[in-house]
Structures are given as C-alpha cells and as structure tokens.
C-alpha cells in the first residue's frame, strides 16, 4: 500500500497546484518510483489511499504501465492520517500473506524483500524499517520490540511498558511489514497515526519489531529544502 493521501502543506505552494505523489525527482513522480520499486519486491497488487487531488492522482496510476492491479481507496471526507488509511482500506488486502505500507513521500534504496523476509522470521505482528539518522523523533526498541517513543525538540517521551534491555532509539523511515492480523486488531476509528496503533498493541503483548535500514539511501519529500536535496542527490535540476 502507498500513502497518498496527504496534501503537502509543508511543500505550498507547490502542492497547490501539483499533488505531491505526482512531484517528479529525477525525471519520475514520486508515486511511480514507489510503485515500481513495490512491483520489483513482489507486489502483484497496489493499494493507493487518495484525498487531495484524488482524481489527478487516480489518472495519473491509470497512465501507467505497472504490470499489476491498482486499487484505489478515497478517503472521501478527510484525509485519515496512516493508521486510518490502512484500516480504510482493510477489504482490498488479499491478506494471504504480509503486506508493504510505504510512505508516499520516500524514495530509498531499502531492500524490500528483506523487510518483508524479517517480518516472517520474527512472527511479529509487524516489522519496521528504522535507521540511525539525525532527526528530533525517535522510536525505542528493546530485544522484545516497540517500547515508545522520544521527541527531543519537546522533551516529551512514552514508554508503554518496562523495557527488559538496553534501549534503543532509531528513527522510522515510513516502510513497514504488516502481519494482516493487524487489520483485525485496530481499535482506533477516524483519523490516527499507525504508530499509535502500534503502541497499543505493544502494551498488549504483541511485537513490533525494528528491522535496522541504517546505511541505505534514503531521503524524505517533505519540505522545499528537501525535495531540492533528493533533486540534488538524482542529478536532477528541477523546474528551471
């Protein structure tokens, strides 16, 4: 599944015009790399969340020649955050296995297989690509998995249980693993974030465990500065 529901604030007012999955870095809109990197791990079914500019982004995944069946799940009212989006989605996973959830405003070189393939080593209810970067939010993990989370520019933190080991704290890099058990196992309702979702379920016993990304290209299309670095780092100029 790619996230795209989004509407790209931080990114106006390029957005106001352009959604961002269509952004194009390195002569390719984000949604396409995405889409085709997803295809080369496997996936012969992509689920797309849209809300701003849905109909843009629905046509432009109809031009494309992906090789496989491309849902759509509008988020018709509000966009539904990343917990909300998947659960809105829940009737198009064919749940026969474990499932991708990719942020859609990532590009990275992270081996997809082996997220998926650390996933099914560990059993767990869900498996996420984390990396040790320079950022204010972090997740901490311990041998069992999820323990919570820290922000330094807050100073706020949440542990949802007793950590048994040293701590760890890595940043998430938006690309997880998903055990289908966990579309049965969301409480939650409307709009939330999957991390949310996660922490709960870690409070309850289940793991969610770090699968570590640490060194593997990887940049975030969040802000102006941003989307000009991943520009720079392709080679591509840009508009101009």
Not at 86 to 96: P, T
Not at 111 to 124: E, I
Not at 129 to 152: I, K
Not at 194 to 215: F, K, N, Q
Request: glycine fraction near 10%; charged fraction near 25%; avoid cysteine.
């Amino acid at each position: 599944m790619i996230l795209a529901a989004g509407g790209g604030t931080r990114l106006r007012p390029l957005t106001d015009t352009i959604p961002k999955p269509l952004i194009e870095v390195g002569g390719m809109s984000l949604i396409e790399r995405i889409a085709r990197r997803l295809v080369a791990a496997g996936a012969d079914r992509l689920i797309v969340n849209v809300h701003h500019h849905a109909d843009r982004i629905e046509r432009h995944l109809a031009s494309l020649e992906l090789g496989v069946e491309v849902r759509i799940s509008r988020e018709e009212e509000r966009a539904l955050e990343t917990g909300g989006g998947v659960l809105h989605a829940a009737q198009l996973f064919r749940r026969a296995g474990a499932f991708l959830v990719h942020n859609g405003d990532v590009i990275s070189e992270i081996d997809l297989t082996a997220l998926l393939s650390a996933r099914d080593r560990s059993g767990a209810l869900a498996a996420l690509a984390v990396h040790e970067r320079e950022t204010s939010r972090f997740l901490l993990f311990d041998d069992a998995g999820l323990l919570g989370w820290e922000n330094l520019a807050t100073g706020r933190s949440a542990r949802v249980r007793e950590g048994n080991v040293e701590t760890r704290r890595l940043a998430f890099a938006g690309i997880h693993a998903i055990d289908p058990r966990f579309l049965d196992l969301v409480e939650e309702r409307g709009a939330f974030s999957i991390v949310d979702a996660y922490l709960r379920l870690s409070a309850a016993g289940e793991r969610i465990v770090p699968h570590d990304v640490t060194g593997a290209g990887w940049l975030e299309i969040g802000t102006p500065e941003r989307l000009a670095e991943a520009r720079h780092a392709l080679g591509d100029p840009g508009p101009g």
